[in-house]
């Protein structure tokens, strides 16, 4: 079992890199000049949810809660049970910032598949129901985290013993569940580009590699709920491995688009003048698609089979993909 202390040093560490990630990409996304769209306006916020988050964990971590002590006599006194309940109120006000930190994250994933992907058409249906199971699931999270007791002020009563509900397993079930089948959705949308052919092996690298973290991503959660359940929904233990999903989440929903815009620069720099040639602000990785060529494929594909429309936009994506050179051809047609 963990101890306060432990909770609130690995919510320093998992928020301070969760932070260095989120400014790297707002200020790597300033630098290329990116206009300030929906994904940049996310970020903010989910900075914003973050640095609110330590300064509420470290309070009820401080004060604890009425499911700590139910399970440690030291609770018992007039002077800590005031301090109880505030943890207690606090707990699930983080409870709530964590669910929309991650959900913020699965957003951000969300906007990029759509960059990438557009063109394809099953695959924008399927980010448009993703959406949807965004929006309920985390509805759900946040009644399950004020209702499950009912009325509130169990969630902080000692004495009668208040049951069950103040563990907030219904709470930790949904949210976990809600995460595991996003996860399972943003799979199934990134699969298209894992089954890409004629990539390079680095290509393949880097897609797989997201792939994978996705996969680590459901890994985690199922842990984190084993181990909650394990030390009987301990605020430390719940706390830390919130903080654990946090920054795992945060990897993977940013440092595609940080390699992407990093990798544009750099090209940027050594090539200049081809990159004057050819509109260097439509030029892009896998996380920079130029939007009008794919609209153009996907216009004169659906004269087609349904076969057909993906196989051609797979193709021009690969052009996009391979390097300045092959760049140019395209936009030379």
């Not at 994904?39 to 009425?66: E, K, P, W």
């Not at 399950?144 to 009668?160: F, N, V």
Request: charge should be positive; charged fraction near 20%.
């Amino acid at each position: 079992m963990f101890t306060a202390t432990q909770a609130n040093h690995a919510n320093y560490v998992c928020a301070a890199l969760s932070l260095v990630i989120l400014l790297t990409r707002a200020i790597v996304s300033r630098l290329r000049r990116r206009p300030l769209d929906l994904s940049f306006f996310l970020v903010i916020l989910s900075i914003a949810t973050i640095i609110s988050r330590i300064v509420v964990v470290y309070y009820y971590l401080l004060y604890g809660t009425a499911n700590d002590a139910l399970h440690d006599d030291g609770y018992f006194s007039t002077h800590n049970l005031a301090k109880v309940k505030t943890g207690t109120i606090l707990s699930l006000v983080a409870r709530v910032i964590i669910t929309a930190t991650c959900w913020l994250q699965i957003g951000l994933l969300l906007l990029f598949y759509s960059h990438i992907m557009e063109g394809i058409r099953w695959v924008e249906r399927m980010i448009k129901v993703t959406w949807i199971v965004v929006g309920a699931t985390f509805l759900a999270n946040v009644l399950t985290t004020l209702l499950e007791c009912r009325p509130l002020k169990l969630y902080w009563q000692i004495e009668p013993d208040p049951g069950t509900c103040v563990k907030g397993y219904v709470q930790l079930n949904v949210q976990c569940s809600g995460n595991v089948v996003l996860d399972l959705l943003l799979l199934g949308i990134s699969y298209p580009i894992l089954i890409c052919k004629h990539r390079t092996w680095q290509q393949h690298l880097r897609v797989g590699t997201l792939f994978v973290l996705g996969t680590f991503c459901i890994i985690v959660t199922s842990l984190r709920l084993a181990l909650v359940y394990d030390n009987r929904s301990a605020q430390p233990t719940r706390s830390l491995w919130a903080s654990v999903q946090m920054i795992v989440a945060t990897f993977v929903a940013n440092t595609p688009t940080i390699y992407g815009d990093l990798n544009v620069r750099k090209r940027k720099k050594s090539r200049p003048t081809i990159m004057r040639q050819n509109k260097p602000e439509s030029w892009a990785t896998i996380g920079d698609v130029a939007y009008s060529e794919l609209a153009r494929v996907e216009r004169a594909a659906s004269k087609g089979s349904e076969g057909s429309t993906r196989k051609e936009w797979f193709d021009q994506l690969e052009i996009m993909e391979e390097g300045p050179m092959k760049r140019q051809d395209l936009f030379a047609q």
